[in-house]
C-alpha cells in the first residue's frame, strides 16, 4: 500500500494505489462529524452485531452494498473479468494431477480487523491509510476491508502456497465517474520451496533460497541473489502472459518499480492502451517476515494484486464506474454471453446511477 496525503484543516486529499488499484480521495472537515458515530450503540454487519464506539463511521448505504457481491454475480462484466483472469491461472498452473494448482477464494467476509487490514502488512500506525477520512470502521478493532491483501497472511497460515482471492473492497471517496467507494479486487499469491523454485535450473547444488546477506533494492536481506532473480523471473512472466491474454498478444506493456510495505522489491505493470500508458496491477517478492507470520519461513513467494473495476472498464468501454451498480436489465443483457471470452463493448443507454 502506498499513500502519498496533504492535510489542510478543510480537506484531506490523497492519491492511494493498493496492489495495482489507484484512487485519489478527498473528504472535506465539515462532514467529519457525519463520520464518528454520536452515541454508542450497535450496528448489525451481515448478520453480525457489533458494539459501535467513536471509532465507528461506516454508513447505512454502504452496508446494503455487502450483500451484492458483483464479482459473483453470473453476466455481470466484473464477473466476467474474474472469469477469465481465473482461467489463465486455472490453466497456466497445475499440479501433477493435472488439477488446476490455485485455489480460489471468493466469499470471504469484507469485515476483517484493524490487525489483519493494517498491522499483518506492516502498515505503520501512524500512515494516512489508517485515517477515518480513507477508512470505513466498524469500531475500533473491526473494519470494512480496504484491500484483499488483509486475507494474505490467514490462508498462508492454514497451509495454502498458491491461491486468489477475489473480493469487493471499500474506501471513502468522492463519487464520480472514476471513483466509487465500493470497487473489487483480485489478489493472487505463489509460494515456493527451495526444491520448486530450483527445479527448472540445470545444476542447482549449491543454490539457497536465503543467506544472511543486505537489502538491496532487488533483494531483501535474507534472500539470496538467485532466489531473488529467479522469483522476479517468475513472477514477471506470469503476469506478462497475463496482460496478453487480457488484451491481446499485440499489448505493449513496461514495468516499473514501486513500494507496497508488504513486498521488496516491487512493481507495477503499465500498458499501452489507446496511446496511453495505464498502470494495470501492482506486485512483488513477498516479504519474508509476512511468511514467517504465516508459518510459511521456509518458502519464498510473490503476490499481485489488480482492480477488476478498471480492467473492465478498459476491456468493455464502460465510460463510468456508476454504470456497475445499475439493476437496468438493458446494461445487464448485453453481459449475458456464452463464450466469456467474446469481444463486447458496452453500448449506452440511459442508466440510473444507484
Not at 166 to 185: A, C, E, L, M, W
Not at 253 to 259: D, G, S
Amino acid at each position: 500500500m502506498f499513500i502519498r496525503a496533504t492535510v489542510s484543516l478543510l480537506a484531506w486529499k490523497k492519491t492511494v494505489t493498493v496492489f495495482g488499484a489507484r484512487h485519489t480521495c478527498t473528504t472535506t472537515g465539515l462532514n467529519l462529524p457525519q463520520m464518528l458515530a454520536e452515541q454508542p450503540g450497535q450496528v448489525t454487519v451481515l448478520g453480525s452485531t457489533y458494539n459501535t464506539d467513536s471509532a465507528t463511521n461506516v454508513s447505512p448505504r454502504i452496508l446494503t452494498r455487502l450483500d451484492w457481491r458483483l464479482h459473483n454475480q453470473k453476466c455481470h462484466p466484473i464477473n466476467i473479468i474474474r472469469q477469465r483472469i481465473q482461467n489463465f491461472f486455472y490453466s497456466h498452473f497445475l499440479n501433477r494431477s493435472g488439477n488446476p494448482m490455485f485455489s480460489v477464494y471468493d466469499n470471504l467476509s469484507p469485515v476483517v480487523t484493524l490487525e489483519q487490514n493494517f498491522d499483518s502488512l506492516f502498515v505503520p500506525e501512524n500512515h494516512p491509510s489508517r485515517a477515518p477520512s480513507d477508512s470505513y470502521y466498524i469500531n475500533q478493532k473491526y473494519m470494512l476491508r480496504a484491500h484483499t491483501s488483509a486475507h494474505q497472511r490467514d490462508l498462508i497460515r492454514s497451509g495454502l502456497d498458491a491461491f486468489l482471492v477475489v473480493g469487493d473492497v471499500y474506501r471513502r471517496d468522492t463519487i464520480d465517474k472514476s471513483h466509487y467507494p465500493v470497487f473489487h479486487q483480485m489478489e493472487g499469491v505463489r509460494l515456493y520451496t527451495e526444491h520448486e523454485l530450483f527445479s527448472e535450473v540445470k545444476d542447482p547444488r549449491g543454490l539457497s533460497l536465503f543467506e544472511d546477506g543486505r537489502r538491496l533494492s532487488d533483494k531483501q536481506e535474507t534472500h539470496s541473489l538467485e532466489a531473488a532473480k529467479l522469483s522476479e523471473h517468475r513472477l514477471k512472466s506470469t503476469l506478462e502472459k497475463l496482460a496478453v491474454h487480457l488484451f491481446g498478444k499485440d499489448i505493449e506493456m513496461r514495468w516499473v518499480e514501486a513500494y507496497f510495505p508488504f513486498t521488496h522489491p516491487s512493481w507495477e505493470l503499465e500498458i499501452k492502451f489507446a496511446g496511453e500508458w495505464l498502470e494495470v496491477l501492482g506486485c512483488g517478492t513477498m516479504e519474508q517476515k509476512l511468511l514467517h507470520s504465516g508459518g510459511a519461513g521456509d518458502k519464498v513467494g510473490w503476490a499481485f494484486g489488480l482492480g477488476l473495476d478498471r480492467l473492465a472498464m478498459l476491456l468493455f468501454d464502460i465510460p463510468d464506474i456508476r454504470i456497475f451498480w445499475s439493476r437496468d436489465s438493458g446494461f445487464l443483457s448485453q453481459f449475458n454471453i456464452a463464450d466469456i471470452n467474446s469481444d463486447i463493448k458496452y453500448k449506452p443507454i440511459p442508466t440510473m446511477y444507484q
